[in-house]
């Protein structure tokens, strides 16, 4: 799988999950990105590169052939504690009626 994730000019290097939420039943979209607590076992620090309310883009796809399924607004950031550690990004994008 192909990623490129930026918050608003931070790219994302390592992701562990991404979740994309779709529906007419609701208002918005939503993607939830899951981050690995550390690298190479040095903790993840992101909280000073990004801020609520910057512009998230995800771009997913296969053999470097890459599309937008998601643009919106970075809404939370949450670190996980307990056995696995990880930082948690809510991103929501309002959708047009």
């Given amino acids: 799988m192909t990623y490129d994730i930026t918050i608003g000019s931070y790219r994302l290097r390592l992701i562990d999950k991404v979740t994309i939420k779709k529906s007419v039943e609701r208002l918005y979209d939503e993607a939830i990105i899951t981050l690995p607590a550390s690298v190479y076992n040095v903790a993840l620090q992101i909280e000073d590169k990004i801020n609520i309310g910057d512009v998230v883009e995800v771009k997913l796809g296969y053999n470097d052939i890459i599309q937008t399924e998601f643009k919106g607004y970075l809404k939370t950031v949450r670190t996980d504690a307990g056995d696995r ?13």
């Avoid at 550690?85 to 009626?97: D, G, P, W």
Wanted: charged share 25%; proline share 0%; no cysteine.
């Fill in 85 to 97: 550690k990880s930082t948690r990004l809510n991103s929501s994008h309002i959708q047009k009626s």
